[in-house]
């Protein structure tokens, strides 16, 4: 099958995913118990204040063309006004996203830094005590939850070192004193792009904790994957050939082993990135941190449906694209893999 | 010692050093949700309150503290005495942000458009007839009824002027403002920050010691806000969790300031349903809350026993007003009386959930309950879950109690006594579901003479509650009592009920 047959029959599948989700997500959010009129007008509304905001937020039609009428404009780019921020959804997600992005960047860019060659060792070095340190840092990172950490971590650099700020995205007066210049949304590009130094070392120092918190997932998949996939593919018989031939074992493992194993390694990679952007909903709230997730958990408390709506579909879109892409990049790299 | 080695450590300390220097007069307000919620003044009726009343202001400010009135936009104001005209003489010289000058017209025009666009909390202007302009700065209200209009123009909510010529609802909700206050929006990133600066021509000036700016920051995490008042980076929080105030306490670089509030924990029975539509069942349930149990282990001591169903500190609260007590012999009694000595009925009590303390008030009710041989059910629900439970069509098939806060919109008795317990052709918030006549009309005459005879008005709340307490249709537990935390260094802080989580940062310095 050519590439574009699969890619056109992917996307397709994957417009049926979206659907699926959107529909389920609308029903989900409508059954659970909730009055978004209410939350629309306030906790005092009088009745007429009430039946009002019936009317605007389309609540008196049926359920049926509630979902055709939302989707129709979401279609269009219209993605519906959040009950509770009272802004366009789209606005939104727009003004958050950048803060999620460059914090899950960072932390994906910790996890691969430190995790593949923790993992390349650990299988390398099997049964040996730099083993057993590899698979209870991949252990650890699993199974510590984020938002524990996230406080730990706080309190040891932030409270009492005194090393590294408590939270946010950066330090409000910082900014007040160097503007900044908004171009990406991404803080570190932007004062990277407009010279700022100042508030470039204030983000990065910002990034620190909440970073390192986050990649803790990542980071241990990583090192799980990376130790698992080697050690299978250095029992595999050219292995034991290239040995065999005298050559060296770095040669082994960084031109043979390596590069058959990481094929797994990158498809984990890419399904947490679009983990981790549901996964910052504990670590953005513990650090104040701007971003997408904490405006998912708050949407989710008060059942602000346009906005669930709204991240609902972009992590599915983000989910779906990520499979489709690192599908199609694995078998133009791996010519064994066909694609069907 | 490698050199290499001592360049890094260098790195590091340089990295953690960089970026502290001189603070600029800035103060820092942390608060645990989205600070801008409604843009419109007209609109105002949640969070914002809170940065509003630093950008806008009303014609005047009430202290229930002395229970007097404050001159803002407003220099005198006057009654007639059938307290069914207010005139206002306004201040002379006063600036919009927008540069536009204060003058009657515009008063009279943001109040009409706030009553018109009938959102939020406008129904309190609803006594108002007519505003006239008696001249540039003179304002007239003629109202339908008595009412106190003094304490509606100085309202936390619906009471702000603002710039006609700036009044566009789009204009607003971009993040714009048109407000007489001493501070102006500079930035706002929703979810993030709100910087507010200060607003030269303001007209109390500027001599003497003010920030220059404000930030107000949204930090949901309550032990990130309690880390970050005590490492300096905010100056403010308005609410943290006891256990994180407790364990503030001994900090000297913090204080904690507490205050009564104008809001209590209600319990309102289901007088529809039996078998709390009886009475003596209704006193024995009023007798086996363990009202100092519960301030003592879920509030720590911030609150005090409710004596009536008006809070403490507000006009209304009397000490004429009969208080029930924990006592579990009189509640056998009652319940002895009612035909039902050894208990044996189950009841539903739903509360929102999330709410700490209210889910360990019913916890604790819950014990004393069992005791006498009555199941409590707790249910904590999302609030709009918890209203539609209270307002099912069938009476049956609603909670047999509803515990939840009330407060005022406005500082007036007549909320916490018509909301809850006045006879409603629809429900709202009577989840008693109570109805009296006698009481109907008590309550009624009492807010007509609000606004003439305020001694006379006490006297029928006085009598109305007494009421209450007899038959029961519900229970105040406790009056809460507002912990703020905030940085020992800011002078000049006064918290004030009646605008709740207000800080008025004109009024505010820092002292080194």
């Not at chain 1, 009002?52 to 519906?80: H, N, S, T």
């Not at chain 1, 939270?167 to 409000?172: I, L």
């Not at chain 2, 004429?320 to 009652?334: C, G, I, N, P, W």
Request: net charge negative; hydrophobic share 45%.
């Amino acid at each position: 099958m050519g590439i574009y047959v699969y890619v056109t029959r992917r996307l397709f599948l994957s417009l049926i995913v979206l659907c699926g989700v959107s529909i389920l997500t609308f029903l989900l959010t409508r059954v659970v118990p909730s009055r978004p009129e209410i939350l629309w007008v306030g906790p005092r509304a009088t009745a007429e204040q009430i039946a009002k905001a019936r009317e605007i937020l389309g609540l008196d039609k049926p359920l049926y063309q509630q979902y055709l009428m939302y989707i129709g404009a979401f279609v269009r780019g219209d993605w519906g006004i959040s009950i509770r921020t009272k802004q366009p959804v789209l606005r939104d997600i727009g003004s958050r996203l950048p803060a999620s992005l460059e914090l899950i960047l960072v932390s994906m860019f910790l996890a691969v830094l430190f995790g593949l060659p923790l993992g390349i060792l650990s299988a390398a070095k099997a049964g040996t005590v730099l083993d057993h340190l590899g698979r209870l840092v991949s252990v650890a990172g699993v199974a510590l939850p984020a938002f524990w950490l996230g406080m730990i971590l706080q309190l040891v650099f932030a409270k009492e070192l005194k090393l590294l700020p408590l939270a946010e995205r950066v330090d409000t007066i910082t900014l007040l004193l160097n503007p900044l210049k908004h171009i990406t949304g991404f803080y570190l590009i932007d004062s990277l792009l407009s010279g700022n130094f100042v508030v470039f070392i204030d983000a990065l120092k910002h990034l620190v904790l909440p970073a390192v918190t986050l990649s803790t997932y990542p980071l241990g998949l990583t090192v799980r994957m990376a130790r698992a996939t080697l050690l299978e593919v250095l029992g595999e018989d050219y292995i034991r050939t290239a040995r065999a031939y005298g050559l060296r074992e770095a040669k082994v493992l960084g031109k043979y082993a390596l590069k058959n194993a990481l094929g797994p390694v990158i498809t984990v990679l890419a399904l947490t990135f679009a983990y981790s952007l549901a996964a910052t909903f504990l670590v953005e709230s513990v650090f104040a941190w701007p971003g997408l997730g904490r405006y998912a958990s708050e949407a989710i408390m008060v059942v602000d449906y346009p906005a669930i709506m709204g991240i609902t579909m972009l992590v599915a879109f983000t989910y779906v694209a990520l499979n489709l892409v690192v599908d199609v990049m694995l078998a133009v790299l791996d010519p064994r893999i066909r694609l069907e | 010692m490698s050199r290499a080695f001592l360049l890094a450590l260098f790195g590091i300390v340089a990295f953690g050093l960089w970026g502290l220097g001189a603070q600029p007069n800035v103060a820092v307000y942390v608060y645990n949700s989205e600070v801008m919620i409604f843009w419109d003044p007209s609109d105002t009726y949640s969070n914002e309150i809170i940065a509003m009343n630093n950008m806008y202001e009303q014609l005047i400010r009430y202290d229930p503290l002395t229970d007097s009135f404050q001159p803002v936009l407003a220099e005198s104001y006057e009654k007639s005495a059938d307290g069914l005209t207010w005139t206002f003489y306004l201040r002379k010289g006063v600036k919009f942000h927008t540069g536009n000058e204060l003058t009657a017209e515009a008063v009279k025009f943001s109040i009409e458009r706030t009553i018109e666009r009938g959102m939020g909390a406008s129904y309190i202007w609803a006594p108002v007839e007519e505003i006239e302009v008696v001249d540039r700065y003179t304002v007239r209200f003629h109202l339908k009824y008595p009412a106190p209009l003094d304490l509606i123009a100085s309202g936390a909510y619906a009471a702000f002027v603002f710039d006609p010529e700036y009044s566009d609802h789009e204009w607003f909700a971009a993040g714009n403002d048109s407000g007489t206050g001493p501070y102006t929006v500079e930035a706002w990133k929703p979810g993030d920050y709100l910087i507010l600066k200060k607003f030269d021509d303001y007209w109390r000036g500027w001599e003497g010691k003010h920030f220059d700016k404000v930030i107000f920051k949204v930090v949901p995490e309550p032990s990130t806000r309690r880390l970050m008042l005590e490492a300096g980076t905010a100056d403010y929080t308005n609410m943290l969790p006891i256990t994180e105030i407790e364990a503030l306490k001994d900090n000297p670089e913090v204080e904690i300031v507490t205050t009564p509030s104008f809001q209590n924990l209600l319990a309102l029975f289901n007088t529809q349903k039996p078998p709390l539509d009886n009475v003596l069942v209704r006193r024995a349930l009023a007798y086996t809350i363990p009202y100092q149990d519960i301030i003592e282990g879920v509030r720590f001591g911030y609150a005090r026993q409710s004596r009536g169903v008006v809070p403490y500190g507000l006009w209304g609260y009397s000490d004429r007003v009969k208080q029930y007590t924990y006592s579990l012999e009189a509640a056998r009694f009652y319940l002895a009386q009612a035909g039902y000595p050894e208990g044996g009925f189950k009841l539903l009590l739903t509360h929102v959930a999330g709410d700490e303390d209210e889910r360990r008030v019913a916890e604790l009710w819950k014990s004393t309950l069992a005791e006498l041989g009555i199941e409590l059910e707790i249910r904590g629900m999302p609030w709009e879950a918890q209203v539609e439970l209270g307002q099912a069509p069938d009476p049956t098939k609603r909670q047999d109690i509803f515990l939840f806060y009330w407060w005022p919109d406005y500082p007036h008795p007549h909320s916490f006594l018509r909301e809850m317990f006045g006879t409603r052709d629809e429900i709202l918030f009577n989840f008693t579901y109570y109805s009296n006549p006698v009481f109907d009309e008590l309550i009624a005459r009492a807010e007509e003479l609000a606004g003439i005879d305020r001694t006379e008005a006490i006297n029928l709340y006085v009598e109305a509650q007494n009421i209450l307490m007899e038959e029961a249709p519900g229970v105040a537990i406790y009056d809460l009592k507002y912990a703020r935390a905030k940085r020992t260094s800011l002078k000049g802080y006064v918290d004030n009920p009646a605008y709740p989580h207000v800080v008025f940062w004109y009024e505010c310095w820092r002292e080194e």
